[in-house]
Nanobody, 115 residues
């Protein structure tokens, strides 16, 4: 059974930082491309960042230079370090694993940026 469990969300002031984690089980993590997406209220889910199984990263323009995705294959966990947070970063953040034609989602973790 595949499980992706996000953690690390919360309430933070503008300019602050958070680190999200996504612990996985039931997948061949080292063979998976790992993504972070987010969905703000009333908006569609959008791409945030990806780290391929080979370690190549890509980011949405809105977060480039502020967010960093990383992975620990030994801990089968992917991370999203978020710095210089803005109110417009407020959303539910989802972890996603893609292996071949299969895709798996976590349940999401809420990030709220507000003073």
């Amino acid at each position: 059974q595949v499980q992706l469990v996000e953690s690390g969300g919360g309430l933070v002031q503008p300019g602050g930082s958070l680190r999200l984690s996504c612990a996985t089980s039931g997948i061949i993590f080292s063979s998976s491309n790992m993504f972070w997406y987010r969905q703000a209220p009333g908006k569609q889910r959008e791409f945030v960042a990806v780290m391929s199984k080979g370690g190549i990263t890509s980011y949405a323009n809105a977060v480039k230079g502020r967010f960093t995705i990383s992975r620990d294959n030994a801990k089968i966990t992917v991370y999203l370090q978020m710095n210089s947070l803005k109110p417009e970063d407020t959303a539910v953040y989802y972890c996603n694993a893609q292996i071949g034609v299969s895709t798996y989602w976590g349940q999401g973790t809420q990030v709220t940026v507000s003073s």
